[in-house]
């Protein structure tokens, strides 16, 4: 057998915390520093060889779905690996699901959004449950009763993957159906019907085109009950114990997000409970969108974060033409490039999650303005980036083993799920539209920062805000866009050292190509900027 040579160690064990110079200073800024023990523990626990190891198996032994038994009686239940199991054990002993309602304290989104961040970059279909269940509490919250029956379970740390009622369960997961086969960014066009049983409840008759993670307990539920649209709470099982009426028809064949389960069900008269008030459906699973849209930010700039780390993990072991590649001064660029685009995805999410532990009114502009703003903008980029740090890896990057093919294929679909990117974008625009004192409330967190090329844009946005076509539709993504990296690098300029600034500005700002990466102008402190993006533990 020939000898194994130039090729780097794996990226294991190491800290997912310990590990993340940006992750760090963001938890310490956003105020969650009180739990970087915590985190410290959970990206050693998540960085571990065998945890690696279940992100690898829970995809590559995707779910099952059983919609008879033997004897031809209905089950509709999905049967997972393992390691989807375990790896949820580790996300509910850690709170990811719920520890800011449960636990609420200042700080407590900005910590969790630190702990998804980690979990996200070792595998991201549990994410998917994890995020329902975070975003289904305040909208829970509008039916006292039912709140007080499943808050309880909601906020247990104790996995409980068994299928059977909630009474009988330690803990309890929550799912959405919304999106119908005629329409899902349009969601007025649901035909699900719901029909008042006489006790209160509701039998519901319908079906849903996309419900994720039907394993869940309960799902928040539209449909179109007397008063119009209206929301409702469908557990998997009727409080006489039996399996309500959700026949699941399919699993759907996903490009990515292989480990986690998405359905088509029918409802044959399932049994839900109203939340909130009856024909006021959309407003009040809102509430829910809004921190799910908060974890598609947090989701992609995680899956950028891991991306890097293992280019530039890769780039300070492998040699090329005598030289390391991260010696070779266009592979720095590229890394550095790379790097950039993830940083400044971090800062802005992690920024964005204390908004979610804040009450001030500038809080509420950024809640409102910038979670689809931001939402629009790192999804996109997320794909470019898994992409170009696959390449960074040449040959082996396309290789199943690395998690680069996995990082990819994933990268899309934060983008179109929980709104896709025109929806995002005209949410911005009525969000502005909408929110008292939004443009000023913006004016003051981009501050005015000593950078020339963010002042000049900085003022090119504040011109377009305050243009009579502001609404103009068809330039919604770029005005996103504009605000969002000028978002970028206001925080960057105050917070991440200068090489990171400096190369954000002038690459960013008044970028005329930004179609690849690796295009950074001469002057910029590559190797800088590439070094602070090292996993080192
Ligand atoms: C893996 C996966 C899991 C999912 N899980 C769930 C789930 O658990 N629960 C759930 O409810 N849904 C789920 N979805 C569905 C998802 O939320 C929808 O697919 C999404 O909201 C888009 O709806 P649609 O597919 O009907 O597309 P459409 O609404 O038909 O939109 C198609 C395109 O048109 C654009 N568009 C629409 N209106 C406008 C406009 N006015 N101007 C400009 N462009 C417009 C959209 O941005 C989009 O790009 C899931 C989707 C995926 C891929």
Redesign the pocket.
């Known amino acids: 057998m020939f000898e194994v040579q130039n090729q780097p160690p794996p990226l294991e064990p190491y800290n997912l915390f310990a590990s993340d110079a940006v992750l760090g200073e963001a938890v310490q800024r956003e105020g969650a520093g009180w739990a970087k023990g915590e985190l410290t523990a959970l990206g050693a626990t998540l960085g571990k060889p065998e945890t690696i190891r279940l992100g690898f198996d829970a995809n590559r032994f995707p779910p099952q779905l059983r919609t008879l038994d033997r004897y031809g009686h209905r089950r509709d239940e999905v049967e997972f690996h393992p390691a989807w199991h375990e790896l949820l054990t580790i996300a509910l002993a850690d709170g990811l699901h719920s520890s800011p309602w449960a636990d609420p304290k200042p700080g407590a989104h900005v910590a969790r959004a630190a702990g998804t961040y980690m979990l996200g970059q070792i595998e991201s279909g549990v994410y998917c449950p994890i995020a ?1 269940t975070y975003g289904s509490v305040p909208t829970l919250r509008h039916a006292p009763a039912l709140a007080s029956e499943w808050l309880p379970r909601i906020f247990s740390r104790d996995y409980d993957r068994n299928f059977r009622p909630v009474k009988q369960k330690t803990s309890a997961l929550l ?5 119908e086969n005629q ?4 969601l007025r066009t649901n035909t699900t019907q719901a029909k008042p049983a006489g006790d209160g409840s509701f039998r519901l008759h319908g079906h ?6 039907p394993m869940c307990d309960a799902f928040l539920v539209l449909a179109q009950s007397p008063k119009g649209l209206s929301c409702f709470l469908m557990p998997r099982w009727t409080p006489d114990g039996e399996r309500n009426a959700i026949q699941i028809l399919r699993l ?1 064949d ?1 490009l990515g ?1 292989r480990s986690n389960a ?1 359905s088509e069900v029918e409802f044959h008269g399932a049994y839900a409970q109203l939340v909130g008030e009856e024909g006021r459906g959309i407003a009040t699973i809102i509430e829910m969108g809004n921190y799910t849209r908060l974890d598609c930010c947090i989701g992609s700039s995680s899956l950028m974060r891991q991306a890097v780390a293992q280019a530039v993990h890769h780039a300070r072991y492998r040699t090329a033409f005598q030289k390391k590649l991260i010696d070779q001064p266009l592979m720095t660029n590229v890394l550095a490039d790379l790097a950039l685009e993830s940083e400044a995805a971090a800062v802005l999410t992690m920024r964005l999650a204390r908004a979610y532990d804040e009450d001030s009114e500038a809080a509420q502009v950024m809640r409102r303005v910038v979670t689809p703003a931001a939402k629009f903008w790192i999804c996109k980029r997320t794909p470019f980036v898994t992409y170009e740090a696959m390449e960074v890896l040449g040959g082996s990057g396309y290789i199943e083993e690395s998690i680069m093919p996995r990082l990819y294929r994933e990268a899309p ?1 934060n983008s ?8 995002m974008c ?1 949410d911005v625009l009525r969000a502005i539209e909408r929110t008292p004192n939004a443009v000023d409330v913006l004016r003051h967190e981009l501050g005015d920062g000593k950078d020339v090329r963010l002042k000049d844009a900085t003022t090119r946005l504040e011109k377009w805000l305050a243009a009579h076509d502001r609404n103009d ?1 068809s330039q919604a993504r770029a005005l996103v866009r504009d605000l969002i990296l000028v978002l970028q690098a206001a925080l960057l300029t105050r917070h991440a050292p200068s090489a990171v600034s400096e190369a954000f500005c002038a690459s960013r700002l008044n970028a005329e190509d930004g179609s690849a990466f690796g295009m950074l102008p001469r002057g910029v402190d590559f190797r800088a900027i590439a070094d602070r993006a090292a996993p080192r533990n």
């Open positions: 329902m799912g959405m159906g919304m999106t329409g899902g960014s349009d849903k085109w996309f419900m994720s993670a759907k996903k997000n998405s679909v179109i799920w929980e709104g896709s990117g025109n929806i005209l539709e």
